[in-house]
């Protein structure tokens, strides 16, 4: 199993920024990569970024591209999302999720952290 904890969101005003950062403990290792998804209320949950472990090769969704980066620390199993010109439609509960090597799919999610846009 894989442990997931994301911190780091709140409220902020249009145009500010929030870092959220997402603790990977457990099987890490059965995970090549890890992501950033976001639900807003009466949406579908929605893909925002995604890094591999190995190589940091990145993917962005076209709706945060320039706007967000995603990083990460492999020594501690540490992502990070620094989220800048932040916008009303930015606000979701956002999670961070493992993709498990052996599967290919994301089978570890973590809580969630509300993220808050105001105009």
């Known amino acids: 199993q894989v442990q997931l904890v994301e911190s780091g969101g709140g409220l902020v005003q249009a145009g500010g920024s929030l870092r959220l950062s997402c603790a990977a403990s457990?099987?890490?290792?059965?995970?090549?990569?890890m992501g950033w998804f976001r639900q807003a209320p009466g949406k579908e949950r929605e893909f925002v970024v995604r890094?591999?472990?190995?190589?940091?090769?990145?993917s962005y969704a076209d709706s945060v591209k320039g706007r967000f980066t995603i990083s990460r620390d492999n020594a501690n199993y540490t992502v990070y999302l620094q989220m800048n010109s932040l916008k009303p439609e930015d606000t979701a509960v956002y999670y961070c999720?493992?993709?498990?090597?052996?599967?290919?799919?994301?089978?570890?999610w973590g809580q969630g952290t509300q993220v808050t846009v105001s105009s």
């Open positions: 999720a493992g993709l498990t090597i052996a599967t290919m799919t994301y089978d570890y």
């Open positions: 457990g099987r890490t290792f059965s995970t090549n990569a």
């Open positions: 890094i591999k472990w190995i190589g940091g090769i990145t």
